[in-house]
């Protein structure tokens, strides 16, 4: 059965350093979507645009794990408002841990 699938970037602390979405059938189709997002958190990290360390707890990046879970949702369209919302929170903490 098709679902939305979350890969995540995570500090040991599992604060999220950032995620994808995406749906797939199974557990190992859903694995492709490491691939982007390492390859974003690669270029992020390269252009200085995050740093190389956990916003929250200062984990270095050499720490940071990659993983992917099977979300509740059956399609992109019935997860975009939790996703969106979830996003939205976490730039709120991203705001205040900013300063």
């Avoid at 958190?41 to 993983?67: Q, V």
Wanted: proline share 5%.
């Amino acid at each position: 059965m098709r679902r939305v699938w979350i890969a995540q970037c995570l500090c040991p602390a599992r604060h999220a350093i950032l995620a994808v979405a995406g749906e797939a059938e199974e557990e190992t189709a859903s694995q492709t979507l490491l691939v982007p997002l390492r390859e974003e958190i690669a270029l992020l990290l390269a252009s200085g645009t995050i740093n190389p360390f956990c916003g929250i707890c200062l984990s270095p990046d050499d720490t940071w794990k990659y993983e992917v879970g099977r979300t509740r949702f059956r399609t992109m369209d019935e997860a975009k408002p939790s996703l969106r919302k979830s996003e939205a929170e976490q730039a709120e903490v991203r705001r205040f841990m900013d300063g």
